[in-house]
């Protein structure tokens, strides 16, 4: 099984998207959120888009309300508010769980090929770390998305080749991403 054997629930009832669609391109998959504290990696991420896209590079942008309730808009409403305050042009999917039994198959297989490795350093990684203890102390032990704006970078040849936590550098992303351009 490879990542073009994945689709995923388009936005507005639209049908499914074929991540064969994006064989030979560089892909950035992310879960999104309108009202969290990362809510502005869509400036990095649009910026990104526009850097790289017509380098073969592709965001597609997964709204997700499973942590702490912070996407509650419907997909219209979603595509409006980024639209509208980041003038994101990159692919916006239907509003989906990406944890638990009724998580996208898609996201069980980003999940096992690259697993949680921590939060990193710094005040929000700390914070992070500090929350999620709370809710589960075992949190470091699976591979489950911990919160809004876990990034997946996705080479040319479909390989799922890193994983960056919404408190990882956006810089750290971009020189990732330009490295397999």
């Known amino acids: 099984m490879t ?3 994945f689709s995923v629930p388009k936005a507005k009832n639209e049908g499914e ?11 950035l998959i992310v879960n999104t959120a309108t009202g969290c504290g990362f809510t ?10 526009e850097k790289y896209h017509d380098r073969g590079f592709e965001i597609l942008d997964i709204p997700c ?7 509650p808009g419907t997909d219209e409403e979603i595509h409006e508010f980024c639209t509208l305050k980041y003038k994101t042009q990159f692919p916006q999917m239907k509003k989906s769980d990406i944890n638990g039994e009724n998580a996208l198959p898609l996201y ?3 999940k096992e090929q690259q697993g949680f490795k921590g939060f990193g ?9 500090a929350m999620l203890k709370k809710q589960d102390k075992n949190y470091k032990e699976n591979p489950d998305i911990k919160w809004n704006f876990t990034k997946f970078v996705v080479d040319r040849d479909g390989n ?9 550098s956006m810089k ?10």
């Open 3 to 5: 990542i073009y054997d």
């Open 17 to 27: 998207l074929s991540l064969k669609e994006f064989e030979g391109k560089v892909l």
């Open 40 to 49: 502005p990696h869509y400036k990095d991420l649009e910026e990104m888009y």
């Open 65 to 71: 309300n499973q942590f702490a309730g912070q996407t």
């Open 108 to 110: 069980a297989y980003l």
């Open 121 to 129: 350093a710094g005040p929000a990684a700390l914070a992070m770390s």
């Open 160 to 168: 799922v080749v890193a994983r960056f936590e919404p408190t990882e």
């Open 172 to 181: 750290k992303v971009d020189k990732c991403v330009s490295s397999l351009l």
